[in-house]
């Protein structure tokens, strides 16, 4: 099953984080769903959707971090990532593009 039709639920840490972050509550989803790239992490064995959005005023990449199976997706948590931090974790193989 795609990414748009998964059922999608939110960790308690991501809502948590929503609010500390004072990020839209549906901006998770949309990440996922239209992602601009997916990776895997190396490190933690989880998934990872990137897509640059306008937060806070200028453009970012933000990070959706999910564990997802053929019918659900858990999205973990979200945090904007900082410069160099992408081709960082690329270049020592710690993301694996998917």
Do not use: C
Not at 1 to 17: E, G, N, P, T, V
Not at 48 to 63: E, L, N, P, Q
Not at 69 to 90: C, F, G, M, S, V
């Amino acid at each position: 099953m795609d990414s748009a039709k998964k059922r999608i639920r939110y960790s308690d840490h991501l809502q948590f984080r929503l609010r500390l972050r004072e990020i839209d509550a549906k901006l998770p989803e949309k990440i996922y769903r239209f992602t601009d790239e997916r990776y895997y992490d190396r490190a933690t064995g989880l998934l990872i959707a990137v897509k640059k959005v306008r937060s806070k005023g200028k453009f970012r990449d933000i990070a959706v971090t999910y564990r997802e199976t053929d019918k659900e997706a858990l999205l973990i948590t979200i945090h904007p990532l900082k410069q160099r931090q992408k081709e960082n974790r690329l270049q020592t193989n710690r993301w694996r593009k998917i």
